[in-house]
């Protein structure tokens, strides 16, 4: 598996299962990926959208697939190369959280960090997330 992340959090996604970690701050992901795999990767997780959607296509082998969690890569674009582009929707479904539940208590399913703020904190949170420092997930309070 290969991803993105910042050079501090490096270790951290490693850790969770990446083999490659590119820096996305110093590297052209896109071409380091297609630098790794002749030919291009089966499949991309794009949790970003707009060029990057493009980029994915780029990096997609033939026959693979992107699954963009926003909008949608250039469909023509896509096409041209016979790569499969879709959006994932996630629907809440009781037996597939108990699932998830379960998995995350017996240490099968590692989760993020979370850094709980107070809601009158907000304006922090923001600016902890716009300059990069968090790691994990922010959560405002509301109480």
């Given at each position: 598996m290969i991803t993105t992340a910042s050079r501090k959090n490096a270790d951290y996604v490693r850790q969770l299962g990446a083999d490659e970690v590119i820096d996305y701050r110093t590297?052209?992901?896109?071409?380091?990926?297609?630098?790794?795999?002749?030919?291009?990767?089966?499949?991309?997780?794009?949790?970003?959208?707009?060029?990057?959607?493009?980029?994915?296509?780029?990096?997609?082998a033939a026959g693979g697939t992107v699954v963009s969690l926003?909008?949608?890569?250039?469909?023509?674009?896509?096409?041209?190369?016979?790569?499969?582009?879709?959006?994932?929707?996630?629907?809440?479904?009781?037996?597939?959280?108990r699932a998830i539940g379960a998995l995350i208590e017996n240490g099968e399913l590692p989760i993020p960090p979370i850094n709980r703020l107070p809601f009158k904190d907000a304006a922090k949170?923001?600016?902890?997330?716009?300059?990069?420092h968090v790691r994990g997930k922010l959560v405002l309070e509301i109480v």
């Open positions: 590297e052209n992901w896109a071409e380091k990926v297609q630098d790794l795999v002749s030919g291009g990767v089966n499949m991309v997780l794009d949790s970003l959208s707009g060029l990057a959607s493009d980029m994915s296509v780029d990096v997609t926003n909008d949608l890569a250039d469909e023509k674009r896509a096409k041209n190369k016979d790569v499969h582009v879709t959006r994932l929707f996630v629907t809440p479904n009781g037996d597939d959280l949170a923001q600016e902890q997330s716009r300059s990069g």
